[in-house]
């Protein structure tokens, strides 16, 4: 990793509890690195938090592709869970689940996360209207 890099800080709550994820960036611009904190220090989750993050940013830096990551990372289903304060992540069934959705989105292109079902509300509302096709859930765009 670059010694200075770009990222991007996003806090979020999730079941009342306070989190932070920071995805720094490669110079070309893909992640490099991931940073995921739970505000309680000294907590289990926390803990784990920080062992989730050493291992995607070895993983990353030794090549595993983000996709592949969002992919088994989605969708895992414990607590806490429920509704955000993100409105492009509304509701999340894990802290997993919404870190490596936020990765998604920032650090993927459309396309990308298309093929893993990952959308902001604006693109799914925007992809229900537009669909020319006839074939449900098959964009236009």
């Known amino acids: 990793m ?18 932070y994820v920071t995805g720094n960036a490669r110079d070309d611009g893909s992640l490099g690195e991931v940073f995921a904190k739970f505000a309680k220090e000294g907590s289990t989750l926390a803990g784990l938090m920080d062992a989730i993050s050493i291992l995607t940013s070895i993983g990353l830096q030794y090549g595993v592709p983000l996709a ?3 992919e088994k990372l989605t969708n895992t289903r414990y607590e806490p869970m429920g509704m955000t304060d993100d ?3 509304p509701q999340a069934s894990s802290v997993m689940d919404y870190v490596f959705r936020r990765l998604a989105l920032d650090f993927m ?3 990308d996360r298309r093929k ?9 509302a925007r992809m229900l ?6 074939v449900p859930g098959v964009p236009a765009w």
């Open 109 to 111: 292109t459309f396309e």
């Open 2 to 19: 670059p010694r200075s890099r770009d990222g991007h800080t996003t806090s979020f709550t999730i079941g009342g509890g306070e989190f």
């Open 68 to 70: 592949v990551l969002v």
């Open 116 to 124: 893993l079902g990952i959308f902001t509300p604006d693109e799914q």
């Open 129 to 134: 209207t537009e669909d020319e096709t006839g």
């Open 87 to 89: 409105p492009e992540i």
